[in-house]
């Protein structure tokens, strides 16, 4: 039997305490897209409630080799995820190469990092971001999306990583940190931000 060729390949990452509930949208995500017909990792990363930052990249590297030849591929990050994801970038990780798009939701501001052990070493340094970037632009499409209360963003999504990365970050009103407790299981919107980079988000019904 003639197979399709797979268009696109999504690698979905997560957050901190994050052991993939169904409820969660990234989940739903997962299982839409792949009825849909597309490749899709969802990947548990390793120890999620006392990450580590060096077993976390490595676990992205491979997840990253193992998208799709050929495929648009799109990458997803949530909360932690999004730290991750931004030391890969800074570190220039070779499996970085070839993403097409990517989107990254709620990250957790720095301050907040900091009062956790667990996670404080996925922080970056006051000021660390914007003078790595100084003036590059980053490696991939990306777009910045977060709720305009989100209790782990004191500073607001902009101040603590849009302008640090040169980046217009999208408010959604009364999301929170886009997670269960917010009531962000299905999320229409990043399905159709999968399936076209230029799809509004917007927050869910």
Not at 15 to 21: A, L
Not at 47 to 54: A, H, M
Not at 115 to 138: H, T
Request: aromatic share 8%; with cysteine.
């Amino acid at each position: 039997m003639t197979t399709g060729r797979i268009t696109r390949s999504c690698l979905i990452l997560h957050g901190w305490q994050n052991h993939r509930p169904e409820g969660h949208w990234q989940h739903w995500l997962a299982d839409r897209l792949a009825g849909l017909g597309h490749q899709v990792t969802y990947p548990q990363l390793p120890d999620p409630d006392d990450p580590g930052l060096e077993v976390w990249l490595t676990e992205l590297a491979r997840h990253l080799d193992g998208l799709a030849a050929g495929a648009e591929r799109v990458v997803v990050a949530h909360s932690l995820s999004v730290l991750l994801w931004l030391h890969a970038v800074v570190r220039d990780l070779p499996a970085l190469a070839g993403v097409d798009r990517v989107l990254l939701v709620s990250p957790p501001s720095g301050s907040v990092l900091a009062g956790y052990p667990e996670v404080a070493e996925f922080g970056f340094a006051e000021d660390a971001l914007g003078r790595w970037r100084a003036g590059r632009p980053l490696p991939h499409p990306t777009r910045l999306v977060a709720g305009d209360d989100d209790p782990y963003l004191p500073e607001g999504v902009q101040a603590a990583y849009g302008d640090p990365l040169g980046l217009t970050a999208e408010l959604l009103p009364g999301a929170g940190h886009l997670d269960l407790d917010a009531g962000y299981g299905a999320w229409p919107s990043v399905l159709e931000w999968c399936l076209d980079g230029e799809a509004e988000l917007t927050v869910r019904a």
